[in-house]
């Protein structure tokens, strides 16, 4: 029966909550460069006369902040440099996109699920920062075991 049990928690899994945030950051961080970013950078041009402008900043600038979310962070991000400001600047991108491009839906015509869902990671990477396989300094040793002195 224990056996059994094992084998349903998975316990042959090896557990590192490290390793999981590495996985969320070049899941998420490269999904929005290579999907998103690079289409903006590549037709910034093209783009920069018409690009949404929900801030009321103009459209070039509109399109600078959507590269700043959409390229500048992301690859922060997959880096592990400056994480939880990458994450928050990609976090914020994706805010804009979800509640104020696709109004908050999730459903329907002007479907927000992908931002709605980018944002949840990008949340969950501000919070938790990168783990300890990031190039952050910080990082490592926030993960490392703390020394315990003895008395």
Not at 26 to 47: A, E, I, P
Not at 72 to 87: H, K
Not at 133 to 148: E, H, N, Q
Request: hydrophobic letters at 50%; charged letters at 15%; glycine letters at 12%.
């Amino acid at each position: 029966m224990k056996k059994l049990a094992s084998i349903l928690r998975l316990d042959f899994v090896p557990s590192s909550a490290d390793a999981g945030l590495l996985v969320l950051r070049l899941w998420f961080g490269l999904s929005l460069l290579v999907l998103h970013g690079w289409d903006k950078l590549s037709g910034f041009q093209k783009m920069s006369g018409g690009f949404f402008d929900p801030l009321h900043v103009g459209h070039r600038n509109s399109l600078i902040l959507a590269l700043v979310g959409e390229v500048l962070c992301p690859t922060l991000l997959v880096l592990g440099l400056f994480t939880r400001f990458a994450a928050l600047g990609c976090a914020i991108n994706m805010s804009v996109a979800f509640f104020l491009i696709h109004k908050g839906a999730l459903h329907g015509g002007r479907n927000g699920e992908m931002a709605f869902i980018y944002l949840g990671a990008f949340v969950v990477v501000f919070i938790a920062g990168s783990g300890r396989y990031a190039l952050d300094g910080k990082s490592s040793k926030a993960s490392a075991p703390k020394k315990v002195k003895a008395a």
